[in-house]
């Protein structure tokens, strides 16, 4: 039987301090995480989910309302793993030459992807995306995620309450400011432009 297992964080839960502290990255990868891991393996067990790959559970339970809790809970952990992931201390800060080119500058790229992050109305991610060849950046509700839509995830930031709120309370914005400017791992980034 295939079971999904918890991804390991790529460093230190204390790695990421002052930007996200220990508290936030231990409860968001430690228990919400964890909690999604948890339930999956629950709801697939004795399925034709509990043969496949997440992606591919991701993939075919959506838009199948009766599995919409499958979905849910498969595409939080895909959505986790690839935010994390997209995370690193002390980063290397050559933002990839495409995204320059793309956006008109460093600066524009970082302006569009905070205004798209601190109006994202509830809960969801932020996300660069490569859809049709094309860079964007686009806003996804709740658990939703690019590959339901044949995009290709570059990057994504979530910004669900549970994702700063320790940190940064009701500030947002400061939030996405310091995960632009000290925490986007521009190595894995400029590594899936090239997928
Ligand atoms: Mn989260």
Redesign the pocket.
């Known amino acids: 039987m295939f079971t999904i297992t918890q991804f390991p964080l790529p460093y230190a839960t204390d790695a990421l301090t002052p930007y996200i502290s220990q508290e936030t990255l231990q409860t ?1 990868h430690g228990k ?2 964890a909690t999604y891991i948890d339930n999956l393996n629950k709801l697939i067990e004795n399925t034709p989910y509990e043969s496949v790959s997440l992606q591919d559970i991701i993939t075919e339970s959506a838009n199948k309302p009766d599995d919409k809790k499958i979905f849910n809970n498969a595409a ?1 952990i895909y ?2 793993n690839f ?1 994390f992931a997209g995370m690193c201390p002390n980063c290397n800060t050559q933002i990839p030459q495409e995204i320059i080119d793309t956006f008109g500058s460093e600066q524009k790229f970082k302006d569009e992807f905070k205004t798209a992050a601190t109006n994202l109305f509830g809960s969801g991610y932020t996300w660069l995306v490569r859809d049709n060849g094309q860079l964007k950046i686009v806003n996804m509700k709740d658990a939703d995620t690019p590959i339901v839509y044949n995009m290709k995830p570059i990057l994504t930031l ?1 910004v ?1 309450e ?2 700063y709120y320790l940190d940064y309370k009701n500030k947002r914005g400061d939030f996405v400011d310091n995960y632009l400017n000290h925490l986007v791992n521009w190595d894995f980034v400029a590594e899936n432009l090239t997928k």
């Open positions: 968001h919400h995480v939080q959505n986790h935010f979530d669900w549970h994702a």
